[in-house]
Nanobody, 119 residues
Framework: VQLVESGGGSVQAGGSLRLSCGVS????????MAWFRQAPGKEREKIAT????????TYAASVKGRYTISLDTTKGALSLQMNGLQPEDTGMYSC??????????????WGQGTQVTVS
């Protein structure tokens, strides 16, 4: 399984970014994929999840209403649309995947991360 993020960068407060995670070698059936964020000096936070079977999504309170996670299995792409960005959204964003339908617990596969900086 390989996960490769792209789309990070620098943006002004109030702006938007769209992150993409290229997925290869992964079986989507009834599994969970997610986006995590690690801000400077803070622990990594799970900010959005999607169940690959039914498309059920969950969001951390800090991003709910501003971020949207989506999955296109035909293109092998997990995305994160981020709107209304604020300086506290700054951090390293990573996509992750696991082979279980629960989005709780440890994720087995990780991308290398992409940096998002909001000023």
């Amino acid at each position: 399984v390989q996960l490769v993020e792209s789309g990070g960068g620098s943006v002004q407060a109030g702006g938007s970014l769209r992150l993409s995670c290229g997925v290869s070698g992964y079986a989507y059936y009834r599994n969970c994929m997610a986006w995590f964020r690690q801000a400077p000096g803070k622990e990594r936070e799970k900010i959005a999840t999607i169940n690959t079977a039914g498309g059920y999504t969950t969001y951390a309170a800090s991003v709910k209403g501003r971020y949207t996670i989506s999955l296109d299995t035909t293109k092998g792409a997990l995305s994160l649309q981020m709107n209304g960005l604020q300086p506290e959204d700054t951090g390293m964003y990573s996509c992750a995947a696991t082979y279980r339908d629960s989005c709780q617990g440890v994720f087995r596969y990780w991308g290398q991360g992409t940096q998002v900086t909001v000023s």
